[in-house]
C-alpha cells in the first residue's frame, strides 16, 4: 500500500455521462497531482494542487476539472465523456512542490467508456 | 522543448543477466530532476530511483543503477541480476525545478525476463 488511496479501482460508463475520481493524498503530502495513462498519448500531466490552491495545469481538456478540498483529498471530474476518455487515472502526492521530492503514486483508475 | 526518449519499446534478458535501459532527455534547465518507475502488469507505479543534476554520483538502489551522462542528456537504468518479477513496463521521467514537481514521461521500455 503507498499511501494514496484512489477510488473507484474500476468504472466503466457511457459516453455523455460524468463522473468523479477521488484521490487521498499520503498523510502529510500536501501535493496532489493527476496524470492520465493512455496507450495513444502516454503518461501525461493533467493538474496539480498543493494545500487547496490549483498550482500547475498540463493538457486537460476543458471538460475535465479538479480541486482539493481542505482535508486534503481531490476529486477529478470527468463530463460529457467519449471514448477517447478511456484510461487509467493516476493520483500522485508529495510533501512539497520543489524539485526532487518524492512522488508516491496510487494505484489508478481504470476508466471504460462506452 | 523539455521532452524524454525511451527509443527501446521492448527489451528481453535471462533471469540473472544484468540489462540496461535507456533514456535520454533533451532540457535547457540547469536544475532537473531523473526518475525511473516500474509498472507491473497489475498498473501501479512504483518509484525505482532518483538522480538530481548536480549529483556529482551515479544513483544506485538495491539492484538498480542510474548511469547519468550529463553532456550526453542520458540517465540510463542498469538492473543487475534480473529476476523473473522484474517483468514490467519501465518509464523514464524528468522533472524540473520551477515546474511545481510535474514529471514529464517517456513512452516507457517493456522488459521480459525470461527463465
Known amino acids: 500500500d503507498s499511501g494514496v488511496t484512489q477510488t473507484p479501482k474500476h468504472l466503466i460508463t457511457a459516453t455523455g455521462q460524468r463522473v468523479t475520481l477521488r484521490c487521498s493524498p499520503r498523510?502529510?503530502?500536501?501535493?496532489v497531482y493527476w496524470y492520465q495513462q493512455s496507450l495513444d498519448q502516454g503518461l501525461q500531466f493533467l493538474i496539480q494542487y498543493y494545500n487547496g490552491e490549483e498550482r500547475a495545469k498540463g493538457n486537460i481538456l476543458e471538460r475535465f476539472s479538479a480541486q482539493q478540498f481542505p482535508d486534503l483529498h481531490s476529486e477529478l471530474n470527468l463530463s460529457s465523456l467519449e471514448l477517447g476518455d478511456s484510461a487509467l487515472y493516476f493520483c500522485?502526492?508529495?510533501?512539497?512542490?520543489?524539485?526532487?521530492?518524492?512522488?508516491?503514486f496510487g494505484s489508478g483508475t481504470r476508466l471504460t467508456v462506452v | 522543448a523539455q521532452k524524454i526518449t525511451q527509443t527501446q519499446p521492448g527489451m528481453f534478458v535471462q533471469e540473472k543477466e544484468a540489462v540496461t535501459l535507456d533514456c535520454t532527455y533533451d532540457t535547457s534547465d540547469q536544475s532537473y530532476g531523473l526518475f525511473w518507475y516500474k509498472q507491473p502488469s497489475s498498473g501501479e507505479m512504483i518509484f525505482l530511483i532518483y538522480q538530481g543534476s548536480y549529483d556529482e554520483q551515479n544513483a544506485t538502489e538495491g539492484r538498480y543503477s542510474l548511469n547519468f551522462q550529463k553532456a550526453r542528456k542520458s540517465a540510463n537504468l542498469v538492473i543487475s541480476a534480473s529476476q523473473l518479477g522484474d517483468s514490467a513496463m519501465y518509464f523514464c521521467a524528468m522533472d524540473l525545478s520551477g515546474g511545481y514537481n510535474k514529471l514529464i514521461f517517456g513512452a516507457g521500455t517493456r522488459l521480459a525476463v525470461h527463465p
Open positions: 500522485a502526492s508529495s510533501e512539497g512542490t520543489g524539485l526532487g521530492f518524492g512522488y508516491t
Open positions: 498523510s502529510g503530502d500536501l501535493s
